[in-house]
């Protein structure tokens, strides 16, 4: 089955430590995106990227970074440099621009020790 | 700037009918989506409107109209399982970011 798929589902990230997200999908899409959800706040964007080895910043990208090596996969890093992590992250996708209607990932809730 | 407004929580009870509003201001428009999202999970697609009108799908509907800047999601015989969140979102063009609502939780009860 085609999807998109989250890793790890919890992330506990300590002062001062970058961590990673990991978002892969097989559906063939060229476009992905980084959202990030907070308790009744929409989703927001911190990274976008419509082709392989390009990528844009969103609305929050700083303290973030991402790399698209691969048609297949968008990582994200928190680094040390975001000050308020705690919130939802959710990876998506879509066939190939913003007209078109997005595939979820299921999440990883990521806190601060 | 984009701004999509949309109540914060609804309730209703099991079998009724309930309308969430989706209001936006947006420079262009190029379609609304509704997605649900259940707690803690990844939000899912539900529907989709271009034009001006009435789009049905089994119990969901949903409206809009591009003049008045509105649309609203019809949730019909409502079931429990559809204690959720939901997403209003426009995309202004081909070329620009989704802007999404805050969402409204909807809270179904027997």
């Known amino acids: 089955d085609g999807g998109i798929t989250q890793s790890p589902k919890y992330l506990f990230r300590k002062e001062g430590q970058n961590v990673t997200l990991s978002c892969e999908q097989n559906?063939?899409?060229?476009?992905m995106y980084w959202y990030r959800q907070d308790p009744g706040q929409g989703l927001r964007l911190i990274y976008y990227?419509?082709?392989?080895?390009?990528?844009q910043k969103g609305d929050i990208a700083e303290g973030y970074s991402v790399s698209r090596e691969k048609k297949e996969s968008f990582p994200l890093t928190v680094t040390s440099a975001q000050k308020n992590p705690t919130a939802f992250y959710l990876c998506?996708?879509?066939?190939?621009?913003?007209?078109?209607?997005?595939?979820f990932g299921s999440g990883t809730q990521l806190s601060v020790l | 700037g984009q701004n999509i407004d949309q109540p914060t929580e609804m309730t209703a009870t099991e079998g009724a009918i309930v309308q969430i509003n989706c209001t936006y201001q947006?420079?262009?428009?190029?379609?609304l989506f509704w997605y649900q999202q259940h707690a803690g999970e990844a939000p899912t697609f539900l529907s989709y409107?271009?034009?001006?009108g009435l789009e049905e799908k089994g119990r969901f509907s949903s409206f809009l109209s591009r003049s008045k800047g509105y649309s609203y999601l019809l949730l019909k015989e409502l079931q429990m399982k559809d204690s959720a969140s939901y997403l209003c979102?426009?995309?202004?063009?081909?070329?620009?970011?989704?802007?999404f609502g805050a969402g409204t939780t909807v809270t179904v009860r027997a």
């Open positions: 998506a996708s879509s066939l190939r621009d913003w007209g078109e209607k997005l595939f």
């Open positions: 559906l063939n899409h060229d476009a």
């Open positions: 990227s419509q082709i392989v080895n390009d990528f």
């Open positions: 947006t420079s262009g428009f190029n379609g």
């Open positions: 409107n271009v034009l001006d």
């Open positions: 979102a426009v995309s202004p063009s081909n070329d620009y970011k989704l802007s």
